[in-house]
């Protein structure tokens, strides 16, 4: 019986840990920012990076399109920003 409740006991733990190991993701279109290439983003993108730092650190992802930054963007430590781009094929 003792066996089974330390089995029991490590699988919680691992659980639990390996939860705590996924990093939290924002995204950037959450906090207004609009792929339009004409809106100034930079507020909305810098609000989703503070709101990830505020959680300890995390993902801020930038969907595919245009965004216009007017302004500096900090990214705190811990924090990722990440995007995808999508473009025509070049021909070589």
């Known amino acids: 019986m003792v066996k089974i409740s330390k089995i029991i006991s490590t699988a919680v733990l691992f659980v639990l840990l ?5 990093a ?3 995204s950037v279109d ?7 290439g004409i809106t100034d983003c930079t507020a ?3 609000k989703a990076l503070d ?7 995390g993902i801020v992802n930038v969907p595919a399109g245009n965004y216009r930054i007017n302004g500096n963007l ?3 430590f811990g924090v990722t920003l990440q995007g ?5 094929p070049l021909a070589s």
């Not at 390996?18 to 996924?22: E, G, L, R, T, V």
């Not at 959450?30 to 339009?36: L, Q, S, T, V």
């Open 18 to 22: 390996a939860s705590s190991c996924i």
């Open 24 to 26: 939290a993701e924002w």
């Open 30 to 36: 959450a906090f207004g920012a609009k792929p339009d």
């Open 44 to 46: 909305a993108f810098q």
């Open 51 to 57: 709101q990830a730092k505020a959680a300890g650190g």
């Open 74 to 76: 900090i990214v705190p």
């Open 84 to 88: 995808t781009y999508k473009g025509a």
